[in-house]
């Protein structure tokens, strides 16, 4: 018995707690000090914050050099893909440039009644947007969260729950700022939740992502009459938003309506970020 | 000149292994993600090079690459490191105890080693407050485990391609 008891020892010294032929740490050690990085990835304070932005801002710009190859690759393929289908989509919008010109005069009158109807409401006037735009560095799909990383940060005074827009439509929300990066979660992930409106009939819900493309509309009103092609648009409820800020529209899929988003979030090369009102 | 040009040529080639560590941390491979298929290459490549050749992939270097992936993934720093080491502890308790390693009994003991590891991410998941996917967490170890075979290959084929010798 003893001797077993013993071989058990050698083995367990040789494997985890012996250097080895060319280690320079033994794995025993290398354990315990991940056990205090989770832990003090628990501790809010500056000075780790500060290291951990370095780390961060550091990794990410490694990686994007690393992924360079590859993103290359899926650019090519993309232009290629692109170039295919030019003439479809030359005539399609031929169509659809003919219909917006239409729309244009009927819009243009309609900015102006509402400027009026405002004054007369005594409304403050929409004060012009004070964006950012910045290069999407890292895409990478993970099954956890369906994040970017962007090429700014607090250097460009990106805040936390900033919007992120894709243009001027909505893809998602700043969950993380680093000195000269930051990470959006995306609108397509499961934990966003994004208080929207759905126009005409102005319901109000909650955008919620479902971790592919489509994102889902919950909290609706019981006897809604939500049709595809709704559009949907940041309420602003919660007040972290703007209102009015383009999402997407309503496809009516089995019993839960999903969101077709206005942006396609695989093509996305630049981000616009929302620093707020330039007043503010 | 010729001793020493060899010498010079196998040191690169021992890095091979290394840099394919590094590349799918920081290229964020560590997951291959699809949409009914997702397999963890990061815990077959950690454990096969740590059964096989450990003088190859040092633990510090393992360390690195999983900090990297918590990066990457966003994930709470030093989960995967742990993950990753835990994997390296039974390779290496394995290797020990084991005299004739082949395809089918790396596989077998895989599987312990596996659920242990998706255990420890469970765990860390839990108390950080991270959310959970069952499913996901489920359909990755069923396609890492199938997929270790494949992978068993490839490695093997690179073994002998740059002929990487255990006792070198």
Known sequence: MDTSRDDIGIVIRSAFIKKGAQQRFSLFALIIFSIILIYVETIKSKPFDYFRSFIKDTIYRGSAVVSSPAKGIKFFSNSFREHIKVFEENSRLKEENKVLKEKKY?????????????????????????LVTTRVILDKKSPYLNSFIIGSGSNKKIKNSMPALDGLNFI????????????????????????????????NAILSGRGDSKPSLDYLPKNHTLKSGNKVYTSGKEGIFKPGIPIGEVILNNS??????????NQITFVNIDLGSKNN | MNVTFKKKNYGFV?????????????????????????????????????LKRPQILGYGFIFLSGIVTDVIFAMPIGSNPLILLIIASFAAYIRVVTVRINLVSDWLSFIPVLIIANISHFIILYILNYPIEYLDFFVNSIFTFVSYPILWAIFEVLINITNINLHD
Do not use: C, M
Request: proline share 4%; hydrophobic share 45%.
């Open chain 1, 106 to 130: 009927y819009n243009s009158f309609l900015i102006v009644e509402n400027n009026e109807l405002k004054k007369i409401i005594d409304e403050n006037q929409a004060v012009s947007s004070n």
């Open chain 1, 172 to 203: 998602g929300r700043i969950v993380n700022v680093n000195f000269f990066s930051s990470r959006i979660l995306l609108v397509t992930d499961l934990n966003s939740k994004i208080p929207v409106v759905i126009e005409p009939e102005g319901y």
């Open chain 1, 256 to 265: 839960t309506p999903l969101v077709n988003l206005a942006s396609d979030i």
């Open chain 2, 14 to 50: 021992q890095l091979i292994p290394l840099f394919l560590l590094f590349f799918i941390s920081l290229n964020g491979n560590s997951i291959i993600d699809l949409n009914y298929f997702s397999i963890n290459i990061h815990y077959i490549f950690i454990y096969y090079w740590v």
